[in-house]
């Protein structure tokens, strides 16, 4: 999951990443999929072993993958966060939503099965990332600014679509989930262990 948990100022990044998401009320009031009850998942928290395993295949989409859809956008807006992979919630299938739509635009929530880059642009671009499975670490990622992915819709039709800007970072940070990977690998050593000691201090200051 990218978001970001809250702290605004000096990142201008971060409130793109995280609270700035205003599609939950609507969301939660419409269904996808009209009807369905939703449920919120429970988020894995690293080290959690899930979050560094490589998710399988969805195999067959029908109303269990619909419904895992609905569940995976209702815990994702309700974080709040931009993106949430299958594994996140510990469902090991290769299943992400996403909704990196702004403040004052309409709620884009999207689906994608079983996604696979097809291109990446050698222009690259350097942001703020963090993580719901990593909450309140967050550090700059260089990732490709721009990238081409094939997946399956909730329909079961393939579809291929070119993500640009905050939908390419967010894609991209979800489909490293789905291969057991976390943005805290493309950060430097150093950077890593500092913000995974952050982590276990407030998890044991949390636990106090
Ligand atoms: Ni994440």
Same mark, same amino acid.
């Given at each position: 999951?990218?978001? $970001?948990?809250?702290?605004?100022?000096?990142?201008?990044?971060?409130?793109?990443?995280?609270?700035?998401?205003?599609? $939950?009320?609507?969301?939660?009031?419409?269904?996808?999929?009209?009807?369905?009850?939703?449920?919120?998942?429970?988020?894995?928290?690293?080290?959690?072993?899930?979050?560094?395993?490589?998710?399988?295949?969805?195999?067959?989409?029908?109303?269990?993958?619909?419904?895992?859809?609905?569940?995976?956008?209702?815990?994702?807006?309700?974080?709040?966060?931009?993106?949430?992979?299958?594994?996140?919630?510990?469902?090991?299938?290769?299943?992400?939503?996403?909704?990196? $739509?702004?403040?004052?635009?309409?709620?884009?929530?999207?689906?994608?099965?079983?996604?696979?880059?097809?291109?990446?642009?050698?222009?690259?671009?350097?942001?703020?990332?963090?993580?719901?499975?990593?909450?309140?670490?967050?550090?700059?990622?260089?990732?490709?600014?721009?990238?081409?992915?094939?997946?399956?819709?909730?329909?079961?039709?393939?579809?291929?679509?070119?993500?640009?800007?905050?939908?390419?970072?967010?894609?991209?940070?979800?489909?490293?989930?789905?291969?057991?990977?976390?943005?805290?690998?493309?950060? $430097?050593?150093?950077?890593?262990?500092?913000?995974?000691?952050?982590?276990?201090?407030?998890?044991?200051?949390?636990?106090?």
């Amino acid at each position: 999951m990218i978001t $970001s948990a809250g702290k605004s100022g000096a990142f201008p990044d971060r409130a793109v990443f995280g609270f700035d998401v205003n599609a $939950s009320a609507t969301y939660l009031a419409v269904s996808l999929h009209g009807g369905t009850a939703m449920t919120q998942r429970t988020i894995l928290i690293y080290p959690d072993r899930r979050l560094r395993t490589k998710a399988r295949e969805v195999a067959e989409i029908g109303n269990a993958t619909r419904g895992l859809a609905d569940d995976m956008l209702e815990t994702m807006y309700a974080a709040p966060g931009i993106g949430l992979a299958g594994p996140q919630i510990g469902v090991m299938r290769r299943i992400l939503v996403m909704d990196c $739509s702004g403040k004052e635009e309409e709620p884009a929530p999207r689906v994608l099965i079983n996604p696979e880059l097809v291109w990446q642009s050698e222009t690259t671009d350097k942001r703020e990332e963090g993580c719901l499975s990593m909450p309140n670490q967050f550090a700059d990622v260089v990732r490709p600014d721009s990238v081409r992915v094939g997946f399956v819709n909730l329909e079961g039709v393939a579809e291929e679509e070119t993500f640009n800007g905050i939908w390419a970072r967010c894609v991209q940070h979800e489909i490293d989930h789905l291969d057991g990977r976390l943005f805290i690998d493309r950060i $430097s050593l150093v950077k890593r262990q500092l913000l995974r000691r952050r982590l276990a201090k407030e998890q044991r200051v949390g636990r106090d």
